[in-house]
């Protein structure tokens, strides 16, 4: 039903789109890219992730190659991580910030041989992102190879990804550990196969060339029908991630936003040696603490909260909701928010308004989910 | 295809007159385009309504969509169901899922609503 005639003429459009089309897909613009927002139903794809295996076109990320000697010293200055530190083959989550230390947007950092490396970023980010990096990689030598438009995203995410994708390639999967990649093929085309992903599931990330994408879509859902492996949009994506306590930038993350403020300090190095955008201020917040903390919250009495509502805690008010919904999984309204770094202890009770009631929901620790092992 | 024995507003919702009360609910159309609906807030019995009047909300896993009554009256059941299984709502819209029992203010209210082939119409546009 949605009139997409007039994001397609302005969109980005996936290599994919024909496929999505042919599945009945609802579409959306997202990141300034025409998507499928959902197939059959959210809930439907969101148990399917959980309990079998999904198929997601994330071709809308951006993807760009660095490349040369000083690769990894580039990264290092440009991002809050140290890639340097990686091995060949091995992933990390990562972030490009500001030099006041506000989150740019957050990243994986792939390293592909001792001096390629992959960054991925959002798509609505993608293009900011590839300027920073060619804007700091200066004065190092590495070429920027922004492949956005030529690299498409196919993702299988579930308890029997390995088992559907075991076939179609000679890549190792059972030696493929959480957050490596490997080059390889899939159904015969080349592939960079990486065991990450955004749902808390087991699975896999392949980066194929724009053209040979189709191609890989159908040979995995072809393999995986006989699973249940159904194709799944970025409605289930979005409520699949906040189960697992996962930010979404533009919710949890922005630029008025540290790495601290979102819990993921540990993500940043400041330990190593060398400066980087940001460090002097990243310091600071490190020894002052964060303005604001992040927390997963329960809804214990009836209502969702969404993205903007207020919190409170006995009345006073202590910050926002970034993103919340009913949880498919767990059956109860579930949220994370940034509040009062004193109102963030696992068991306070804080109250969301929804509409013209305090609703009484609980702080408790993330992720919401966690898959069993 | 909307049921031709009921009426409708253009904001989606329908109404079962009969006698002095009618039932109230969202169309099909509307279910489909919310998506899983996970949550249905309704107002309490004995509520009066005037026609029109934002009085609910229905949320699906994206979104959330205010009810409006589709015709004035005071509020005389709820169904209750609903807060434990939403999903009725998209699987038996004009049946199980149902929203309010209305005692009706002024059945003269009911010529302001859409015919069942208007309300096709209006979704076929739409």
């Known amino acids: ?373 | 295809m909307a049921p031709p024995d009921l009426r409708y507003t253009k904001e989606h919702e329908w109404v079962r007159p009969a006698g002095e009360t009618a039932t109230v609910g969202i169309t099909d159309y509307a279910a489909k385009q919310l998506g899983d609906i996970v949550f249905v807030e309704l107002p309490e019995a004995g509520r009066q309504l005037s026609q029109f009047a934002a009085v609910g909300v229905v949320e699906s896993v994206k979104a959330v969509s205010d009810l409006f009554a589709p015709i004035g009256g005071e509020v005389v059941e709820v169904n209750g169901e609903l807060a434990t299984r939403p999903e009725l709502v998209n699987e038996d819209p004009y049946g199980a899922g149902w929203m309010l029992r209305l005692r009706l203010t002024d059945a003269a209210q009911l010529d302001e609503l859409l015919a069942a082939d208007d309300y096709d119409e209006l979704t076929r546009e739409g």
């Open chain 1, 1 to 373: 039903m949605t009139d997409a005639s007039g994001i397609r003429a302005t969109a980005h459009l996936s290599p994919l789109l024909d496929r999505h089309e042919a599945l009945g897909a609802k579409l959306i613009e997202f990141g300034g890219w025409l998507m499928p927002l959902q197939y059959g139903g959210i809930l439907e794809e969101h148990r399917a992730v959980r309990e079998r295996a999904g198929l997601f076109d994330l071709s809308h990320m951006g993807e760009l190659f660095v490349e040369g000697e000083e690769a990894a010293a580039g990264l290092g200055y440009a991002l809050v991580t140290d890639p340097a530190a990686l091995a060949v083959g091995r992933a990390h989550y990562s972030m490009i910030c500001a030099p006041d230390g506000g989150i740019l947007d957050d990243l994986i950092v792939y390293r592909l041989a001792e001096q390629r490396f992959l960054v991925v970023a959002n798509a609505a980010n993608a293009g900011r992102v590839s300027d920073k990096l060619a804007e700091r990689l200066r004065g190092f030598r590495a070429i920027l190879d922004d492949r956005s438009l030529a690299t498409a995203l196919v993702a299988v995410q579930g308890p029997r990804a390995v088992e559907i994708l075991g076939p179609l390639t000679e890549v190792a999967l059972d030696a493929l550990r959480y957050y490596a990649v490997a080059e390889g093929r899939v159904a015969g085309i080349p592939a960079l196969v990486a065991r990450t992903g955004y749902t808390g599931e087991d699975g896999f990330e392949l980066f194929v060339d724009w053209e040979r994408a189709a191609a890989v879509w159908d040979a995995v859902l072809a393999a995986g029908r006989s699973v249940g492996l159904v194709p799944v949009g970025l409605g289930a994506r979005d409520t699949l991630r906040l189960e697992a306590g996962m930010p979404l930038y533009g919710n949890e993350l922005d630029e008025a936003t540290t790495p601290f403020d979102a819990g993921l300090g540990r993500v940043v190095k400041l330990t190593r040696a060398g400066d980087f955008i940001g460090r002097a201020a990243l310091e600071k917040v490190a020894r002052d603490g964060p303005a604001k903390r992040l927390v997963g919250l329960t809804m214990r009495g009836r209502g969702i909260a969404r993205h903007g509502y207020p919190v409170g805690r006995g009345g006073r008010p202590t910050g926002a909701v970034t993103s919340g919904t009913q949880s498919p999984t767990l059956a109860v309204a579930i949220a994370m928010a940034y509040v009062a770094p004193a109102d963030g202890e696992a068991g306070t009770m804080l109250e969301v308004g929804i509409r013209d009631q305090h609703v009484p929901a609980e702080v408790v620790p993330l992720p919401f989910y966690r898959r069993p092992r």
